[in-house]
């Protein structure tokens, strides 16, 4: 019953938000990004930093996008006992929007990369002990690929859009429970950018008090080139729907939503959540929250939980003009809470396998804004290991940034940020080195 009410919902929403556009008419609708879709998520870095450069070829063709070189260095874990490996990775990315008649557009965003020494995915992997095939070390040094390509759609209080595009659910800033379309990482500490999924999405606004939003998607969350390949049915198709509420400075939202992902042994798991999320702000503080809770284990048994619950609450002050503060907890309820139980594949993929986190963000700017130092931080309560963000960023002129930063991963012996893994007779496998950058961004 809860896949069919799931499925005919999101139908509803996606395929006849067309048809329901007429009935509301008038240009009272909300700009989706009021709503955290793409156009904000996709850009982790500062908007103006996006938008203030590019141009336009036509009234209705704008290009803009950043052109951004990082040199990386692999440190030794104990000084004089490893090597030090070093990088360098070239990204352009680009994007192009395209308005063929009102209310119509066409976005797409690319990214070309060239990845040399440490940078590269498969010769890090090698460096940290993670056996490879030497094949691959140089098979995608270079690649081209479209991250977005989407068309949209606005009449009156609906947008409808179709394609490869960015999808992001959750109100915390580092982990979001509620986010079921993406890989759950340590992106949205580092402040990358979702990858898109192919989708089909739209949003209902007819006003300023409440809306809908849902989303049909043809990926699934690990994103394998494979896992969804027979689509003749809907029972393995992630999809999600949720209605919203603003009530003063408060946004609350409550939801249903379907993921499903492929794990490293070919098997596709498929999985049904309720979801919630709530944001506003009391004086200086802007709290928020979110969780998830997975209906498909629970058999029923409400007695267990804690255990399909995930959940994060998050506190932001801006304590100064120049200084703010930021602090989020996250429970994992499926997480162990004992080094011994921790998912060896999860670790190497950078995935959280712990059970309780607390992630801290600090932000002081100097200059006017044009020198900022940031210092990002996620702790495992349970096993009390760290892994250290730190960055200073120099705004040298508008659309030219240099940036200088590292990771730094700290904790006992066998905890998860410690990175240590045994890998039986191949030896230790090392994910925990600490690294240092600096990068050179140029915005257009």
């Known amino acids: 019953m809860i896949r069919t009410a799931f499925a005919g919902l999101v139908a509803l929403l996606v395929i006849a938000s067309p048809a329901l556009a007429e009935d509301w008419g008038g240009?009272?609708?909300?700009?989706?990004?009021?709503?955290?879709?793409?156009?904000?998520?996709?850009d982790s870095r500062d908007s103006h930093e996006w938008e203030s450069g590019g141009w336009a070829a036509s009234p209705d063709v704008s290009l803009s996008g950043y052109l951004?070189?990082?040199?990386?260095?692999?440190?030794?874990?104990?000084?004089?006992?490893?090597?030090?490996?070093?990088?360098?990775q070239t990204l352009l990315r680009l994007r192009?929007?395209?308005?063929?008649?009102?209310?119509?557009?066409?976005?797409?965003e690319t990214e070309l990369i060239d990845r040399r020494g440490a940078t590269h995915p498969a010769i890090r992997a090698g460096i940290m002990g993670v056996p490879t095939d030497p094949d691959t070390d140089s098979a995608d040094s270079r690649q081209i690929h479209f991250d977005y390509l989407y068309g949209s759609a606005a009449f009156g209080a609906v947008d409808f859009r179709v394609g490869r595009q960015?999808?992001?659910?959750?109100?915390?800033?580092?982990?979001?429970?509620?986010?079921?379309?993406?890989?759950?990482?340590?992106?949205?500490?580092?402040?990358?950018?979702?990858?898109?999924?192919?989708?089909?999405?739209?949003?209902?606004?007819?006003?300023?008090?409440?809306?809908?939003?849902?989303y049909l998607g043809f990926?699934?969350?690990?994103?394998?080139?494979?896992?969804?390949?027979?689509?003749?049915?809907?029972?393995a198709l992630p999809f999600g729907m949720r209605a919203r509420a603003f009530i003063g400075m408060w946004d609350f939202a409550l939801g249903m939503a379907r993921a499903t992902e492929f794990d490293r042994v070919s098997t596709l798991h498929v999985d049904e959540y309720l979801t919630a999320e709530a944001s506003g702000s009391i004086g200086e503080l802007l709290l928020y929250g979110e969780a998830a809770l997975d209906l498909s284990v629970m058999d029923n048994n409400w007695s267990r939980t804690d255990r399909y619950l995930d959940t994060a609450v998050g506190?932001?002050?801006?304590?100064?003009?120049?200084?703010?503060?930021?602090?989020?907890?996250?429970?994992?309820?499926?997480?162990?809470?004992?080094?011994d139980e921790y998912s060896i594949a999860d670790r190497l993929q950078g995935r959280l396998t712990g059970r309780d986190y607390l992630a801290g963000i600090g932000n002081f700017s100097l200059r006017n804004d044009t020198i900022r130092l940031t210092m990002a931080a996620l702790g495992n309560l349970r096993d009390r290991s760290y892994a250290l963000l730190p960055e200073m960023t120099w705004s040298v002129?508008?659309?030219?940034?240099?940036a200088l930063?590292?990771?730094v991963f700290l904790g006992p012996s066998d905890s998860e940020f410690d990175g240590r893994v045994s890998n039986g007779n191949s030896g230790e496998i090392d994910t925990g080195r600490p690294q240092i950058y600096a990068r050179a961004t140029w915005y257009f």
Do not use: C, K
């Open 166 to 214: 960015p999808l992001a659910w959750g109100t915390a800033y580092a982990l979001n429970p509620t986010d079921l379309m993406n890989p759950a990482s340590l992106a949205g500490l580092a402040g990358v950018e979702p990858p898109g999924i192919t989708a089909l999405s739209a949003g209902l606004t007819p006003g300023a008090r409440w809306g809908l939003e849902g």
């Open 315 to 339: 506190v932001q002050w801006d304590l100064l003009d120049n200084l703010s503060l930021q602090a989020e907890y996250h429970r994992r309820g499926a997480g162990a809470t004992d080094p």
């Open 68 to 88: 951004e070189t990082t040199g990386l260095a692999v440190l030794p874990r104990v000084p004089g006992r490893d090597s030090t490996h070093l990088g360098l």
């Open 219 to 235: 990926e699934d969350r690990s994103r394998h080139p494979t896992a969804l390949e027979d689509l003749t049915g809907i029972d």
């Open 27 to 42: 240009d009272d609708w909300d700009d989706w990004n009021d709503w955290g879709d793409a156009d904000a998520v996709s």
């Open 397 to 402: 002129v508008d659309d030219f940034q240099l």
């Open 405 to 407: 930063g590292g990771s």
């Open 96 to 108: 192009g929007r395209f308005e063929p008649a009102t209310r119509l557009s066409v976005t797409l």
